[in-house]
């Protein structure tokens, strides 16, 4: 699934994910599509860090990112 933006000052960009990074993995886990990745960030990942693996300019990379919980605006 490919990132299209990060939030300023959220998980992802603390993370160092950037726009156009694809997302292929989290957590030891295969990542395909939005679903599958909300399905793996439960209640119970959230801060504690996990790998993710994404793939930038066809070079396949592994950022540690820690899961917030989104509070409404």
């Not at 998980?11 to 292929?24: E, P």
């Not at 790998?51 to 409404?72: D, F, N, Q």
Request: charged share 30%; no cysteine; aromatic share 2%.
């Amino acid at each position: 699934m490919r990132v299209e933006a990060t939030s300023p000052g959220g998980a992802a960009r603390a993370a160092g994910i950037l726009s156009g990074d694809i997302i292929v993995g989290f957590a030891g886990e295969a990542v395909g599509t939005v679903d599958e990745l909300h399905r793996l960030l439960t209640e119970e990942r959230v801060g504690k860090p996990a790998a993710l693996a994404v793939l930038r300019r066809a070079e396949k990379k592994e950022l540690i990112v820690t899961p917030r919980e989104v509070r409404p605006s």
